[in-house]
Nanobody
Framework: QVQLVESGGDWVQPGGSLRLTCSAS????????MAWYRHGAGKVRELVAL???????TYGASVEGRFTISRDNAKNTVYLQMDSLKSDDTALYSC?????????????WGQGTQVSVSS
């Protein structure tokens, strides 16, 4: 059974930092594109950052330059370092793993971890 478990969410003041962790089990993340999404209250879910299986990274415009995604395939873990946090970053952050195997799309999600930014 595939599981993605996020951790590290917390309350933090504006300007602060947090590091989120996504631990995967039941799959080997090497061939997967791994991403962080977030869903804020009253907002649509948006891509925060993506780390492709080939090593490329992509960031949402609102977090570019402040957030960094990284992965440790040996530990089957993905990280999201979030710096200079703003109140607009308040959301439920979820981990996603996607790959194509032949003609089948494999798509897994974690339950999410809450990040709250306020003074």
């Amino acid at each position: 059974q595939v599981q993605l478990v996020e951790s590290g969410g917390d309350w933090v003041q504006p300007g602060g930092s947090l590091r989120l962790t996504c631990s995967a089990s039941g799959i080997n993340i090497d061939p997967y594109d791994m991403a962080w999404y977030r869903h804020g209250a009253g907002k649509v879910r948006e891509l925060v950052a993506l780390s492709s299986s080939g090593g490329a990274t992509t960031y949402g415009a609102s977090v570019e330059g402040r957030f960094t995604i990284s992965r440790d395939n040996a530990k089957n873990t993905v990280y999201l370092q979030m710096d200079s946090l703003k109140s607009d970053d308040t959301a439920l952050y979820s981990c996603n793993a996607v790959r194509w195997r032949l003609y089948e799309r494999l798509d897994y999600w974690g339950q999410g971890t809450q990040v709250s930014v306020s003074s």
